[in-house]
């Protein structure tokens, strides 16, 4: 059974920084194009930023130069790094393996496996 279990998530001052890891297990997902999107209350899951099975990198354009997606292989575990962080950033931080073809790497619908969500909450 696939289990994407996501953790490091809390709260921090804006200005802060916080790492996210989700760590896979039931298969492995070091070739594979992984994702994080997240939720704010009362808006759509968005797309934040992938890793592809190549290892290129794609973010929203709200990220970019402030959070940074790896990924460990040995430990089938992928990271966001969350730098800067603002107010806006608030929200349930998920992530997503097992990416189908025919799908934008943004469509939350091309993604299979996904984690419960961590919490991540930026305060004044």
């Known amino acids: 059974q696939v289990q994407l279990v996501e953790s490091g998530g809390g709260l921090v001052q804006a200005g802060g920084s916080l790492r996210l890891s989700c760590a896979a297990s039931?298969?492995?997902?070091?070739?594979?194009?992984m994702a994080w999107f997240r939720q704010a209350p009362g808006k759509e899951r968005e797309f934040v930023g992938t890793i592809t099975r190549n290892d290129i990198r794609w973010y929203r354009d709200s990220v970019k130069g402030r959070f940074t997606i790896s990924r460990d292989s040995a430990k089938n575990t992928v990271y966001l790094q969350m730098n800067s962080l603002k107010l806006e950033d608030t929200a349930v931080y998920y992530c997503?393996?097992?990416?189908?073809?025919?799908?934008?790497?943004?469509?939350?619908?091309?993604?299979?496996?996904w984690g419960q969500g961590t919490q991540v909450t930026v305060s004044s």
């Open positions: 039931g298969r492995t997902f070091s070739r594979s194009t």
């Open positions: 997503a393996a097992d990416f189908a073809s025919g799908y934008s790497l943004e469509d939350a619908n091309g993604y299979m496996y």
